[in-house]
Nanobody, 123 residues
Framework: QVHLVQSGGGLVQAGGSLRLSCAAS????????MGWFRQAPGKDREFVAG???????GYADSVNGRFTISKDNAKNTVDLQMNSLIPDDTAVYYC?????????????????WGQGTQVTVSS
């Protein structure tokens, strides 16, 4: 059974940084695609960043240049470094895993999810 446990998040002022981490068990991060999604109140869950089995990376336009997704294969984690945060980044952030090597931007194609962590950015 695949299990994802998230850590990080919290409250920061605009312009600050946060780092989220997602530790996987039951699935090797290096062999599968991983993604980060977020959901703000009243809005659909949206794609933030994804990374393939081979390490190819994609970002939503809204975070490109500010966020960085990475894998730490030794720790079997996927991380999201968030810099230059703005109030529109406020949401619950979720890590997700697919049973395949290519990431997709739709949350419908992920079969395991972390518990979610709140990120709040004040103005």
């Amino acid at each position: 059974q695949v299990h994802l446990v998230q850590s990080g998040g919290g409250l920061v002022q605009a312009g600050g940084s946060l780092r989220l981490s997602c530790a996987a068990s039951g699935r090797t991060v290096s062999e599968h695609a991983m993604g980060w999604f977020r959901q703000a109140p009243g809005k659909d869950r949206e794609f933030v960043a994804g990374i393939t089995r081979s390490g190819a990376i994609g970002y939503a336009d809204s975070v490109n240049g500010r966020f960085t997704i990475s894998k730490d294969n030794a720790k079997n984690t996927v991380d999201l470094q968030m810099n230059s945060l703005i109030p529109d980044d406020t949401a619950v952030y979720y890590c997700a895993s697919r049973g395949f090597g290519a990431y997709l931007r739709s949350p419908d194609f992920y079969d395991a999810w972390g518990q979610g962590t709140q990120v709040t950015v004040s103005s």
